[in-house]
């Protein structure tokens, strides 16, 4: 359907009303709402009954502003109520992991109980290099097994691990590993995309050159490649942790235990680790994907299309599917790995009956046209989810027509790596839905929308997404630094958590997403600090000065835009600017990660300032989305951005 097509539908029907059928059979009924909006603080203590306690709490909030305690006087372990008791429960013959390969002809099947017995192997392992509660565990993996393994093993000695997606670059994992001072990594020789085997561990090797911290590196053989080692450091997985008792006593911890670190892009340029802890992170992936999904353990097949090196894969690849015991899909590699219909002969073959992904695949498999369908069953499927970006309405009814059949609800969920787990989404048989409309706060969040002093908005109007309450799953701070975790958080609206995502309420009072409102970048659901960018091509030798900033893309949702001044010599005057562009480009993916490349890097003579030499990047972002400009009578030359608008059009023109 074209936009205009999708607007008239609008205008005619509004919603999609929950169907009869899937409401008498939901986990969740209306009236849930009620109960949590009443009294939320005993609501999520109930909550907290979907996990094993050794010793159960009976406190539910201890809430001193901006600091959170949920369930502060219960002990627990998270890596039990994963795996461990599902076993005791008699589930261990069940299937907690179906393992695909990028390759078509090499899957994995594991059950609960080797699952069970994996990760105590790897808990022995980790505590015979030396691994303690408390201790940060670098994770640097690709989507196979054993990076799940790990992340059970790490938590369940009461360790904190600290995943990083395993497309960011030595430095960037440099970065994250001295933030937190980590002793310990788990890596892997490679990993494969399309069939073709990519080193991962050099750029562990190149990172821990500035990591002295660093003990031991526990490595996995996958992909054969020949790796440098040091006998000293390196490990490899099949010799340490294959060898290992395959029984592991755990022990409980505090419910407030730190459990781990995330780092997500921020204005300064400079990482932040957010930290989340164990118990109310636990309830809120426990109960959030219960709900949200309307997940039935017997018989659901669940796949989470993501990474869990992002915190979507954290809460629901890792922690949400198996603190609810589900059966689920892992994949290792792309969507067109092994071909375009690749995704719908996993669907088919596994009988997939929920599937979770981000607006980014939704739109690329649109593209590629409904051809890839023809002859895929994908009668499996039940519930379609969303995430990591507002969703337009044309992705969506693609979406529920030819992937859903039109018979699957469409829970498109806003959450954030801060959150620790859905905050806004319709619920399965409970929510009328609206093509990119993320609707209303689920059960226990309280949402709104405020204008620039705070006060609520009217419905029919925008302004900022806030939290005007404490849930459990909220991250507790920003690792190391207190004062930024308030200052970024909490002080636009004092006592109200913001973290810079606009929001619209429509003549329902249902919510829309707008995207971010600060210098953060929502590149396919990547968060990307606009500053972090800039530093990365300020670094490169020839570059004077850079401006980043993000433009729409159909694709993508927003891709990266720069604007660059070089700083040539007389005798670099004569160099291919083509040739410099494309050396930006592989520099800022060396220094980053590939998905920071800039899509586009215009060359400018000088940059839109202001009097007081501040860069007017409002300016440049309206030039990027081919806006009429705003007022430019603050800069020191009005004229630049004309030059810039013209270069910016007969760039787009070239392309």
């Known amino acids: 359907m074209a936009n205009d097509q999708i607007e008239a539908w609008l205008q005619e029907n509004r919603s999609f009303a929950p169907s009869a059928d899937f409401a008498q059979k939901s986990n969740v009924t209306e009236a849930e709402y009620g109960r949590a909006h009443s009294d939320p603080e005993a609501w999520w203590l109930e909550q907290s009954a979907r996990l094993t306690w050794t010793v159960a709490p009976t406190r539910s909030l201890d809430w001193n502003p901006p600091f959170a305690k949920w369930f502060s006087d219960g002990m627990l372990n998270a890596s039990y109520n994963c795996v461990d008791r599902h076993v005791d429960n008699g589930f261990g013959g069940k299937t907690a992991i179906h393992w695909i390969a990028d390759a078509e002809n090499e899957e994995r099947v594991i059950s609960y109980s080797e699952l069970q017995q994996m990760v105590a192997r790897c808990a022995n392992a980790l505590l015979a290099l030396g691994v303690r509660a408390g201790d940060r565990v670098a994770v640097y993996m690709p989507m196979i097994p054993e990076a799940v393994v790990a992340m059970l093993a790490i938590v369940r000695l009461g360790a904190m691990h600290s995943v990083v997606f395993a497309g960011f670059s030595a430095e960037a994992l440099a970065s994250r590993i001295q933030d937190s001072d980590c002793r310990f990594v788990v890596t892997a020789d490679g990993q494969f995309r399309r069939g073709t085997a990519a080193l991962l561990k050099p750029a562990v090797d190149e990172a821990l050159l500035n990591c002295p911290s660093v003990e031991s590196v526990l490595v996995v053989k996958r992909t054969s490649q020949e790796v440098v080692w040091n006998e000293t450091r390196d490990h490899w997985w099949h010799e340490l942790v294959d060898s290992q008792n395959s029984t592991h006593q755990y022990e409980s911890f505090p419910a407030e235990q730190d459990m781990f670190l995330m780092y997500t892009s921020g204005t300064t340029g400079k990482p932040k680790g957010i930290l989340h802890t164990t118990a109310g992170y636990l309830v809120g992936a426990a109960t959030t994907y219960s709900n949200v999904f309307d997940i039935k353990p017997a018989t659901d097949i669940c796949w989470t299309a993501a990474d869990i090196g992002w915190i979507t894969g954290h809460t629901y690849i890792v922690y949400g599917p198996l603190l609810n015991g589900v059966s689920q899909v892992m994949y290792e590699g792309l969507p067109d790995s092994g071909g375009r219909d690749r995704w719908w002969r996993i669907v088919e073959n596994l009988g997939v009956t929920i599937l979770y992904t981000a607006p980014t695949t939704i739109r690329t498999l649109m593209k590629w046209g409904t051809s890839h369908l023809i002859g895929h069953n994908l009668s499996s499927l039940r519930v379609l989810g969303t995430v990591g970006e507002p969703i337009n309405p044309e992705a969506w009814m693609w979406y529920r027509e030819f992937i859903g059949g039109n018979n699957c609800p469409i829970v498109d969920t806003w959450w954030q790596t801060e959150t620790g787990s859905i905050m806004i989404s319709p619920l399965p048989g409970v929510t009328s839905t609206k093509p990119g409309a993320a609707m209303r706060a689920l059960p226990g969040i309280t949402i709104d929308v405020v204008d620039e002093q ?8 925008g302004g900022f997404l806030v939290v005007t309450r404490p ?40 919510i829309w997403l707008l995207g971010r409102v600060d210098d953060v970048m929502n590149v396919s659901g990547h968060r990307l600090s606009t500053t972090e960018i800039e530093h990365a091509i300020v670094g490169f030798h020839l570059v004077a000065e850079a401006a980043v900033v993000g433009a729409s893309d159909e694709t993508t949702g927003q891709a990266v835009v720069a604007f660059v001044t070089l700083k040539l010599s007389d005798d670099d005057q004569s160099q291919d600017h083509a040739a410099i562009i494309e050396q930006i480009r592989q520099h800022v993916s060396r220094v980053i990660s590939p998905i920071a490349k800039p899509r586009q890097i215009i060359l400018t003579p000088e940059l839109p300032k202001t009097r007081s030499g501040k860069i007017m990047r409002r300016l440049l972002r309206d030039v990027a989305e081919q806006r009429a400009l705003g007022d430019v009578t603050t800069l020191t030359d009005p004229t630049v951005v004309s030059m810039i608008s013209g270069l910016m059009e007969q760039h787009s023109t070239e392309d």
């Open 471 to 510: 849930w459990p799953s909220m991250t507790r701070g920003i690792w190391g630094d207190p004062d930024r975790f308030a200052e970024t958080y909490w002080s636009r609206f004092p006592g109200t958590y913001f973290a810079g995502d606009g929001a619209k309420r429509d003549d329902d009072g249902d």
């Open 454 to 461: 705070g006060h609520s908005v009217p419905n029919g109007h």
